[in-house]
Structures are given as structure tokens and as C-alpha cells.
């Protein structure tokens, strides 16, 4: 079945670590694909975007995020964590229609 | 931050009476969205708009209806409410289309509790 896939609910890390989130797609095609965060009581924000070309994308906060095609993985990362960094992040696939569908989220928490 | 204005933000209401939620935006975009936020599923979309008048069926679109009657209203109106359709509430504009490379802005959401 088509999905996007968040394999971490939860992580925690501590200030100033490096962070990974991953995200897989299972769309046949190659989709263009979001990283959204959403903080407490807010709506989604997007970090970054990407839809063909360099497959190391930049975003906004200092994240960056890497497409591989052959992994079917666009996986979100940031050198150094701050503490303002702890929210929940999405990824998104945008499919050939006006649909977008959504990973189930990854919380992270930083320690200080 | 794009001006999109979410009525009302929060609402509790009995089974069985009519809800309706309001997305007002003022970036003349073209394409509206409803999505539900719900634990484990992340967002799904409900229903959008590509146009005055023009609106299409999304992901769970069962159980909801909208309306969009001007550029900058849509309205999404759950006629009978279920306890099944407690969630959050997300409306979201794109100038284009979702596999463009315009990706949604989102409002700050409304949280509907069902009793």
C-alpha cells in the first residue's frame, strides 16, 4: 500500500547532539516531498522541500534534509539541537493530485 | 506567516447536532484544504477546494460536507456529529496544487470535541 512512514514516535536528544528523523515513502513514482513542524497548539510550518535536483536539501532552522532514491528516503537532519527545537515533525509526499499525504509524526524532545 | 484565520479554535458540542468550522484566508490562494489530525495517523485530508464552487472529496471524506461560496471562506460542516470525528481541525492554502511546487500553509487549528 502507498504510505509515507515515520518509524520513530518519540525521540530525545540532548542539546547541542545531532539529529536524525527518518521518513520512507512507498509511492512508485518519485513524489515531491516535505518536512513540516509543528510546535504545541500551532499548525504545521514548513521546514523544507523537495522536488528534483540536488538531493541535499536545505531548510529553514538550520535543518537539511537528504533525498535517496534508492532507499525511498528523505530523512530530516540538523548538526546541533537546540531546545526551541522540540516539537513534532511531519513528513509529507505531495502525489500527482491535489492530495498530500502525511507521515503519523515524530515528537522530539531535547534535554537540556 | 500567510493570513489564514480559523473559527472557532475550540468548540465542544453533543452528538448528533450540526458543526460547522470556518477557514478564512487573505492571500487570494486558489486551493483550500480540510485535514483532521488525530493520533498515530498524522494529517488526512477531509476535502479541498480548487476554486469558488469547486471542491472535491479527500482521504475520510465521510461524514463532511463543505462549501466554498467566495476566494476566501471554506467551510466545513459535519452535519451529524460522531464521537468518531473528535479531533483537530486543520485548514491549509496553496496558490497550486498539492504536487506543485507550492506547499500548504496551514492555520493554527480547531480543536472539536464530541461528547
Known amino acids: 500500500a502507498q504510505s509515507v512512514t515515520q518509524p520513530d514516535i518519540h525521540i530525545t536528544v540532548s542539546e547541542g547532539a545531532s539529529l536524525e528523523l527518518r521518513c520512507n515513502y512507498s509511492?512508485?513514482?518519485?513524489?515531491?516531498l516535505f518536512w513540516y513542524v509543528q510546535s504545541p497548539g500551532q499548525g504545521l510550518q514548513l521546514l523544507l522541500k523537495y522536488f528534483s535536483g540536488d538531493t541535499l536539501v536545505q531548510g529553514i532552522k538550520g535543518f537539511e534534509a537528504e533525498f535517496k532514491r534508492s532507499q525511498s528516503s528523505f530523512n530530516l537532519r540538523k548538526p546541533s539541537v537546540h531546545w526551541s527545537d522540540a516539537a513534532e515533525y511531519f513528513c509529507?509526499?505531495?502525489?500527482?493530485?491535489?492530495?498530500?499525504?502525511f507521515g503519523a509524526g515524530t515528537r522530539l524532545t531535547v534535554k537540556p | 506567516d500567510a493570513g489564514i484565520t480559523q473559527s472557532p479554535r475550540h468548540k465542544v458540542t453533543e452528538t448528533g447536532t450540526p458543526v460547522t468550522l470556518r477557514c478564512h484566508q487573505t492571500e487570494n490562494h486558489r486551493y483550500m484544504y480540510w485535514y483532521r489530525q488525530d493520533p498515530g495517523h498524522g494529517l488526512r485530508l477531509i476535502h479541498y477546494s480548487y476554486g469558488v464552487k469547486d471542491t472535491d472529496k479527500g482521504e475520510v471524506s465521510d461524514g463532511y460536507s463543505v462549501s466554498r461560496s467566495k476566494t476566501e471562506d471554506f467551510l466545513l460542516t459535519l452535519e451529524s456529529a460522531t464521537s468518531s470525528q473528535t479531533s483537530v481541525y486543520f485548514c491549509?492554502?496553496?496558490?497550486?496544487?498539492?504536487?506543485?511546487?507550492?506547499?500548504?500553509?496551514f492555520g493554527d487549528g480547531t480543536r472539536l470535541s464530541i461528547l
Open positions: 509529507a509526499v505531495g502525489l500527482n493530485n491535489n492530495d498530500m499525504r
Open positions: 491549509a492554502i496553496s496558490e497550486t496544487g498539492g504536487s506543485s511546487n507550492q506547499p500548504q500553509h
Open positions: 509511492y512508485g513514482a518519485t513524489p515531491y
